[in-house]
């Protein structure tokens, strides 16, 4: 059975850190990629990080590069989001979802992951 578990959000002040898990079980990453996402009060989900299955290429929302990192550990089944220089505007529930599909340039739509995980709240503030 697929199951994803998000955890390690929490309260952080801007400038902070965090790092999120995705805990899944009932496939693995070399038939899956991960994608996370968030979604803030008011606003539509969006995507925030994918990593892709196989060669593990990775991608990330121009509103987050050069300060999140995605990454994935095989043995653990975990793919984790390393969360740095936060600002009060990542505020949201971030969620990870599973797609079977390769993406590259359609990495953020919504519509290609299956199984979601129940997501984690970030909140960002001083």
């Known amino acids: 059975q697929v199951h994803l578990v998000e955890s390690g959000g929490g309260l952080v002040q801007p400038g902070g850190s965090l790092r999120l898990s995705c805990a899944f079980s009932g496939f693995t990453l070399d038939k899956y990629g991960i994608g996370w996402f968030r979604q803030a009060p008011g606003k539509e989900r969006e995507g925030v990080s994918y990593i892709r299955r196989g060669d593990g290429s990775t991608f990330y929302a121009d509103s987050v590069k050069g300060r999140f990192t995605i990454s994935r550990d095989n043995t653990e089944n975990t793919v984790y989001l390393q969360m740095n220089s936060l600002k009060p505007a990542d505020t949201a529930v971030y969620s990870c979802?599973?797609?079977?599909?390769?993406?590259?340039?359609?990495?953020?739509?919504?519509?290609?992951?299956?199984?979601w995980g129940q997501g984690t709240q970030v909140t960002v503030s001083s």
């Open positions: 979802a599973r797609t079977p599909l390769v993406l590259s340039f359609s990495w953020y739509r919504e519509y290609n992951y299956e199984y």
